[in-house]
């Protein structure tokens, strides 16, 4: 079942993507089609099961405390869009 | 036979031996670059000048170890300094790093001499290398027919002898596939055995940087130079790195080979389904051990893997905003807007798709339904290959259901294009290492056989499909040339 434009322009607004309005059509329905497929799987029983979030059993990898090098703030610097006086610059925020 | 024709190990010996230059090694495969690359346009980047450079400086010095003076491409997902780096994407069309991916580190440091950046899906979403925002890739075998994807550019450069190797990435067959398409091998590495530090994320639980080469031996070659523990990568692991060359053995008697049934069931093309089961007979013919089993969750496989994928890729794409690199869109009057808008100009149709798929199956009312849930029948599906394993040494399937189809084909319904991971998005969900190895011929295109092994157990896998092309001349075929 294809998803209402209201749910589509809900989604895209968590995900901070502007949609025109065709694109709202096309994703309803595409959204819809993987979305339908993707319920098969609440045929299967899975209450004791435990979820498996990550192949490997770490965490918390730790280095030992000893100062490394740093890049280069100009390096960092050189893909900003906008940049000044050592900051990147943006828009209004509020 | 010209030395762009020749693999890796072979170039190797003519470089140690005086009978041949990197120079050389480097012209021949630039002369193939002319021939061939006006149609099959695996490159997004082609640096012939640097690679000219790097090759006769390395003549100067005569001393070629390892993968010295033998040229070789990066997907367009490796960071690499000072050189261009765009996932295929409007958002990094511009964007040069400062720095190199450990994998690309390790290769220079190897004296192996990049000749460019390799055509991809956007962002390493998709099937086929048509979803680069730039242009398709063509299949070197058929300039009608996709090189898969989406580490497309990396495999069909190989096939099509413009290269001797490639790196690729895999978060669900995106080396296998492409490899399988167009004729060449593809591994994907066990989960943490190569760092994934410096490649652009799609979905980080799943993706694994893997090599793509003409044969296995060079296979061997190649994962050797790469594998490791990289401190930057706390998911890379501190397992000993086994001597891969070594495994190259084409005795296998007593192996013990599964195919589960599930692989070879509806959706899979008759003939491509025949190549892999006379595939088999070979193995039983070189006294490996042959059983059908069971992997009983396959069917939950493709929705749980895309759901998991895409929400891992839409906390990837997050740091796509406008403000530190990539696209911005300098119309928006505050900051929300300027996000939105960068990113709604920036992506692609499919990449926007998987964000929007991925952010839903995330969002609050849904999370417990599909993500929770897709991550459960992971645990089930681990749990049914871990059961094979118990009693065999090697997993063997198609890897891709169908041979190359054929451009545009798959354009229309998201779904097709995402059956494409069918076969192999199980063993990325599982950690396990895959590879694609050319079994056999269907509509004069390549087929390809996908081995799994036990997580880090690659040179058990390795030895399987080194036997197998001990027995078989199926990789010395090239496009335009069969070899019968």
Sequence with gaps: MALTIAEVEHVAMLARISLNQSEKEQFALELGLVLNYADRLKSLQTDNIQPLDHILPVSNVFREDVVIGSPDREDMFANAPMAEDGQYRVPKII | MKLNDLSVHELKNLLQSKQTSSEEIIKSCLERIAEVEAEVKAFITLLEDDALKAARNLDKKGEYQGLAGIPYGLKDNFCTSGIKTTCASRMLENYVPFYDATAARRLSEADAILMGK????????????????????????????????????????????????????????????????????????????????????????????????????????????????????????????????ASLKADIKGLKIAYPREYFQAGIDQHVKACVMEALKTYESLGAIIDEVSLPHSEYALP????????????????????????????????????????????????????????????????????????????????????VFENYDVIVAPTAPTVAFELGAQSGDPLTMYMNDILTGS??????????????????MPVGMHLIGKPFDEPTMLKAAYAFEQATSFHLSRPGRRVR
């Design chain 2, 118 to 245: 390799m055509n991809m899906d956007e962002f390493a979403m998709g099937n086929s290398t048509e979803l680069s925002a730039f242009f398709p890739t063509r299949n070197p075998w058929d300039h009608n027919r996709v090189p898969g994807g989406s580490s497309g550019g990396s495999a069909a450069a190989v096939a099509a002898g413009e290269i001797l190797f490639s790196l690729g990435t895999d978060s669900g067959s995106s080396i296998r596939q492409p490899a399988s398409f167009c004729g060449v091998v593809g591994l994907k590495p066990s989960y943490g055995r190569v760092s994934r530090w410096g490649v652009i994320g799609s979905a980080s639980s799943l993706d694994q940087v893997g090599v793509i080469t003409r044969d296995v031996t060079d296979c061997a070659l190649v994962l050797q130079a790469i594998a490791g523990k990289d401190p930057s990568d706390s998911t890379s692991v501190a397992l000993e790195v086994p001597d891969y060359s």
């Design chain 2, 304 to 387: 749980a893997f895309l759901l998991i994928a895409c929400a891992e890729a839409s906390a990837n794409m997050g740091k796509y905003d406008g403000v530190r690199f990539g696209l911005r869109d300098f119309s928006a009057d505050n900051v929300v807007d300027m996000y939105s808008q960068s990113r709604g100009l920036g992506f692609g149709t499919d990449v926007k798709r998987r964000i929007l798929l991925g952010t839903h199956a995330l969002s609050a009312g849904y999370y417990e339904d599909y993500y929770l849930k897709a991550l459960k029948v992971r645990r089930l599906l681990k749990n049914d290959f871990d059961k």
């Design chain 2, 427 to 444: 063993t990325n969900m599982a950690g396990l290492p895959g590879m694609s190895i050319p079994c056999g011929f269907v509509q004069e």
